[in-house]
């Protein structure tokens, strides 16, 4: 057998402390970053919002030659946007990405063109692309509709993606994402505390919190930028926080009836070492994929790959360093939880003794 | 009697992955030879599986009915109606305001004789619909407000109506496999647009964007063979009517189109075309509802000299042919939002058709055709997102997706064959087993596959994964407790099952929340993920159990197990 671990006994619960020092230690970078940037005057906002949240226009156009970036920008500056953010692409080499912030509610800084006669208003979503179009003209043509920029001789660029969002849309994502991911989280909440205990559920919630504000941390203290994407791996990195407690958990409860009259304390800790296994196996090949996504990913999937890479680790460290404190913290003020017992499907409890005997006769764990 | 528990649970999995392999790589007709090449699974494949417009190419958009102008208007056009009526009638009223705004619409109704009042409101109920409005009455003043249960019906229905209109100009232009929906919650009057395959959506936008604010009127002018009186400047045009504008006289630009705009852009500057002023007599002789008609029509076939010639529904023919019979050679102009398109004397009566002159490029004139045809929209729309993927950077996001998922498919592969070696290869027809049946269970509820989908794909193998490693693990503890062969394999899945079910239910409730609240890429990672996890219980469980139980089948002495 090829074995990681063998028998390890690590006190973990004896580790609370610093571990948890070092999780507010972070948040509290994160939240100076956060406070520090938005009450600065000029400076950057607490978050390095993308479009999908605040509304603004993101142009990606594909170049036969592509002009340098300053050129870009002063043709930008023709039309009237001065606050574009102008980003080559790492992956490919003839791509730029343009983002041009809200027009609406900056007078000034909105292109001197007169509404439309049409029926839609000049909004955000019409003039963003239409103007960064007109600034890209003064490179060259424009590949036609439904032709690739190789099949048009005459053409210079061609636009092949664009995000727009006005305000009130990007509030409403903002707004629904906020709402559906509390609510996933209460339903998490009811189920672990059915399932297993209030305690628990608390732990592993906290714990969901705690790598959701952490991974905001990082964006914000590097002004990574959130899109809809990161929203997706925020997401995940839900899921997996909460997978990686409750197999902890449910070992937890499995040793809870196997070894009564142990302590919760040191239930917990030998729990947390009969799992490091498996805990190593699944968490390590999720941060190489991971690793392997931030390092190819790509520039659309940048977000998505650095929240994710974060998350894989504080995933599995929140579960060792704060749900389970957590829950142990609870029930020493509380008493023990009183778990169900889980009876298997098929053998009885006699048998399922065996696996965790061994670790009877292991080394206790003391304080 | 174990031999035939194995034997069926053999039986059902085997059905389920040839079901599972004809959903996803299988042609939806008969099959023939070139479906088991290796071109022709291919094609099946993109042809089975319903790809997102981020990973296919295309357009989102989402657009907002600005219901609350519709009302606005609604209640305008009401107040004028209710004065128009009871003046028609020769009853005392005198003024009319309106209130249209924070969501309080209402109308007074000012007379100069309270004792008229049943009068007046026994002829306006004749001729204007005030059935929905609360109705209330103190001296000289009448007033109708609009109760916030009907404004709502209102909005909805404005949706509704634009949701046609929009229907049939997208249908006209020829989008391809359009998805056209309502939005959001239910009084938002969002409109979500997905167009497949569209890069360029600027001149749908415009299309359904566009006003077709359609009416033919008189123009004040001396009648032909004196020119059409035009002014340049609007000051001057307002200057012959007084000053401002009346309920009777209003002044329009009157643009020459002698320099068309591009073909396909259609971005004309209206602004910058203007060089004349005209004055319009009110009520105009009839407007766009009474269009039967409205065609794109060439008289050289040349690009940039269409024009367009519509006809009237019979009403409408006879409202415009009793006053062009009244009207020879006076001018007559033609005006479209709020412009004047052309402006021509009448030569002899007409009846059912007339024709807007002004030198259209074929596209907009096609355009313009068609959004006169389809109906004006009941409010004026505006987009509020819109997001348009070419296929080019489509293909790229699903080459990157599809590599970065294989590279990571195989490293879990070889970790897994390295690490449990023989039992590993269960691990890994699980996993296999896992993304086919996800990827059929996609196609047969019909979802798309996004890229937040493929996320939700991933972790569903993630946790694919940590199900075999959860038990296999487990596995390993029994036998190191010294248990044989038989009894670790089924107590390390009798327990590790536990966990499994946990993890998954636990992950389940969490999506299937994000699905209900939340909205397009947030459901299509909550749809994979689901999916996934319900599939994996099959799949890491069941199959990789029905394995093992081979295994010991074939040899239940067995000493030695590889994992």
């Known amino acids: 057998m090829l074995e990681i671990f063998k028998n390890i006994s690590v006190d973990w619960m004896g580790l609370r402390k610093p571990l948890i020092f070092l999780s507010i230690a972070i948040l509290m970078a994160g939240l100076l970053s956060a406070i520090g940037r938005q009450v600065t005057p000029g400076g950057t906002d607490a978050f390095n919002l993308g479009v999908?949240?605040?509304?603004?226009?993101?142009?990606?156009?594909?170049?036969?030659?592509?002009?340098?970036?300053?050129?870009?920008?002063?043709?930008?500056?023709?039309?009237?946007?001065?606050?574009?953010?102008?980003?080559a692409s790492l992956d490919k080499q003839d791509e730029v990405l343009i983002k041009v912030p809200l027009f609406e509610g900056k007078g000034d800084t909105a292109p001197a063109e007169a509404p439309q006669a049409g029926g839609e208003d000049a909004t955000q979503v019409n003039l963003g692309r239409a103007t960064v179009k007109k600034a890209l003209d003064t490179f060259g043509k424009e590949a036609e509709a439904g032709k690739r920029l190789a099949d048009d001789e005459s053409a210079i660029y061609q636009i092949v993606g664009t995000?727009?969002?006005?305000?009130?849309?990007?509030?409403?994502?903002?707004?629904?994402?906020?709402?559906?991911?509390?609510?996933?989280?209460?339903?998490?909440?009811l189920f672990i505390a059915f399932r297993y205990d209030w305690t628990y559920a608390a732990g592993a919630v906290i714990a969901v919190f705690h790598d959701v504000l952490i991974t905001l941390a990082f964006f914000s203290v590097f002004q990574w930028e959130v899109s809809l994407t990161v929203l997706a791996a925020l997401l995940t990195l839900v899921g997996f926080s909460v997978n990686d407690s409750i197999v902890i958990f449910d070992r937890i409860r499995e040793n809870i009836t196997l070894h009564r009259g142990k302590s919760i304390y040191s239930l917990t800790n030998d729990s947390i070492n009969q799992t490091m296994s498996r805990t190593i196996v699944t968490n390590g090949l999720v941060f190489l994929a991971v690793l392997a996504l931030v390092l190819f990913g790509g520039e659309v999937l940048r977000g998505f790959s650095l929240a994710l890479f974060v998350g894989s680790i504080t995933g599995t460290y929140s579960t060792i360093a704060i749900a389970s404190p957590i829950a142990i913290w609870w029930q020493g003020k509380i008493g023990n939880a009183k778990v169900k017992e889980v009876a298997l499907p098929q053998s009885g409890t006699e048998k399922m003794a065996s696996a965790s005997r061994r670790s009877v006769t292991r080394r206790p764990v003391t304080r | 009697m174990k031999n035939k528990g194995l034997w069926i649970r053999t039986f059902i999995i085997l059905a389920i992955t040839i079901a599972g392999i004809y959903l996803v790589f299988g042609p939806r007709r008969t099959p023939v030879a070139s479906d088991f090449s290796w071109s022709g699974i291919k094609a099946n494949l993109a042809e089975n599986i319903n790809l997102g417009l981020d990973l296919k190419g295309g357009s989102h958009l989402v657009m907002r009915v600005k219901t609350d102008d519709y009302l606005k208007t609604l209640t305008e056009n009401n107040g004028q109606a209710a004065l128009t009526t009871a003046q028609d009638a020769k009853l005392p009223a005198t003024a009319y305001t309106i209130k249209a705004e924070n969501g309080n619409y209402s109308v007074n109704l000012t007379l100069s004789d309270p004792s008229q009042q049943q009068a007046v409101l026994d002829e306006v109920k004749k001729k204007v619909d005030f059935s929905a409005w609360t109705q209330t009455t103190s001296g000289n003043d009448i007033v109708w407000s609009l109760p916030n249960q009907a404004q709502e019906l209102m909005k909805r229905q404005a949706v509704d109506q634009a949701l046609k209109i929009i229907e049939s100009r997208i249908n006209a232009f020829g989008v391809k496999e359009?998805?056209?929906?309502?939005?959001?919650?239910?009084?938002?009057?969002?409109?979500?647009?997905?167009?497949?395959?569209?890069?360029?959506?600027?001149?749908?936008?415009?299309?359904?964007g566009a006003e077709s604010n359609l009416s033919l009127a008189k123009i004040v002018s001396p009648p032909n063979p004196s020119p059409v009186q035009t002014y340049p400047t609007r000051e001057a045009a307002l200057q012959s009517i007084g000053g401002a504008e009346t309920q009777t006289r209003k002044v329009y630009p009157y643009a020459d189109r002698d320099e068309p705009s591009a073909a396909g852009t259609a971005k004309t500057d209206p602004a910058a075309k203007v060089n004349k002023y005209v004055v319009v007599e009110y009520p105009s002789v009839v407007d766009g509802s009474e269009l039967r008609e409205a065609n794109a029509v060439s008289r050289t076939g040349s690009e940039g000299d269409y024009q367009i010639s519509f006809s009237f529904k019979p009403a409408g023919a006879q409202k415009f042919g009793e006053w062009t019979g009244k009207n020879i050679n006076n001018y007559m102009a033609v005006v479209l939002n709020g412009e004047v398109k052309s402006a021509a004397f009448i030569k002899s009566q007409i009846f059912d058709s007339g024709e807007i002159s002004g030198k259209f490029t074929k596209t907009s004139a096609e355009d313009l055709a068609l959004t006169l045809k389809s109906g004006a929209l009941p409010a004026k729309i505006e987009y509020q997102e819109e997001r348009t993927v070419g296929p080019s950077l489509g293909a790229d996001s699903i080459k990157a997706g599809v590599e970065a998922a294989l590279g990571g498919l195989a490293f879990v592969i070889v970790f897994m064959l390295i690490y449990y070696r023989g039992s590993g290869v269960n691990a890994v027809i699980a996993l296999l087993l896992n993304m086919l049946l996800t990827m059929a269970a996609l196609i047969v509820i019909k979802s798309t596959l996004t890229l937040p989908g493929i996320a939700g794909l991933i972790l569903g193998v993630g946790m694919a994964v940590d199900s075999n490693v959860l038990i296999f693990e487990r596995i390993r503890e029994e036998l190191r407790a010294g248990r044989s062969i038989a009894d670790s394999i089924s107590l390390g899945f009798d327990r590790a099952f536990i966990t499994i079910i946990d993890t998954h239910i636990t992950t389940i409730i969490s999506s299937t929340i994000l699905y209900l609240y939340g909205s397009g890429p947030i459901r299509g990672f909550a749809v994979t993920l689901v999916l996934g996890l319900l599939i994996n219980l099959f799949s890491a469980v069941f199959v990789s159990r029905t394995i093992f139980m081979w295994l010991l089948h074939r040899n239940p002495k067995m000493e030695k197990i590889s994992i």
Not at chain 1, 56 to 82: C, W
Not at chain 1, 164 to 174: C, D, E, F, K
Not at chain 2, 180 to 206: F, N, W
């Open chain 2, 178 to 208: 359009p998805t056209l929906q309502k939005h959001g919650a239910e009084t938002s009057g969002q409109i979500l647009l997905q167009m497949p395959g569209v890069d360029d959506p600027e001149r749908v936008k415009k299309l359904i």
């Open chain 1, 52 to 87: 999908d949240f605040q509304g603004g226009t993101v142009i990606t156009a594909k170049f036969r030659n592509k002009p340098a970036e300053d050129e870009i920008r002063s043709a930008l500056q023709a039309q009237g946007i001065s606050d574009a953010v102008i980003q």
């Open chain 1, 163 to 189: 995000d727009s969002v006005g305000p009130v849309a990007g509030a409403q994502l903002r707004n629904q994402a906020v709402i559906a991911t509390l609510l996933g989280l209460l339903g998490i909440l």
